[in-house]
Nanobody
Framework: VQLQASGGGLVQAGGSLRLSCVASGGTFSRLGMGWFRQAPGQNRELIAAISRNGGMTYYSDPVKGRFTISRDGAKKTVYLQMSSLKPEDTAVYSC???????????????????WGPGTLVTVSS
């Protein structure tokens, strides 16, 4: 499975961005998907995840109510709609996938087998 994220850029605080992650080389409907981010000098953290059929989602506390994860099976794409962005949201955002991830508990990054290169999001104050 190959993943390619896009949509990052520079945005002012309070603005919005939508990230996309296209999956190829696998059966998209069998993949649980997640969005992670890593800010400079910090560990990578999970911020949102979605189940294989899209019926379950998870959000970390810092983004809950501001970010929305969704998926489109026809386009083999998972999205991260980010609103009310803050300077502390500045990070490299990466998507990840794994067929075994379920969302009965918040998944860890170690549960995701497939990773794509990140896309940089910079939020200016």
């Amino acid at each position: 499975v190959q993943l390619q994220a896009s949509g990052g850029g520079l945005v002012q605080a309070g603005g919005s961005l939508r990230l996309s992650c296209v999956a190829s080389g696998g059966t998209f409907s069998r993949l649980g998907m997640g969005w992670f981010r890593q800010a400079p000098g910090q560990n990578r953290e999970l911020i949102a995840a979605i189940s294989r059929n899209g019926g379950m989602t998870y959000y970390s506390d810092p983004v809950k109510g501001r970010f929305t994860i969704s998926r489109d099976g026809a386009k083999k794409t998972v999205y991260l709609q980010m609103s009310s962005l803050k300077p502390e949201d500045t990070a490299v955002y990466s998507c990840a996938a794994d067929p075994t991830v379920i969302l009965t508990t918040p998944p860890s990054q170690h549960q995701y087998r497939y990773w794509g290169p990140g896309t940089l999001v910079t939020v200016s104050s």
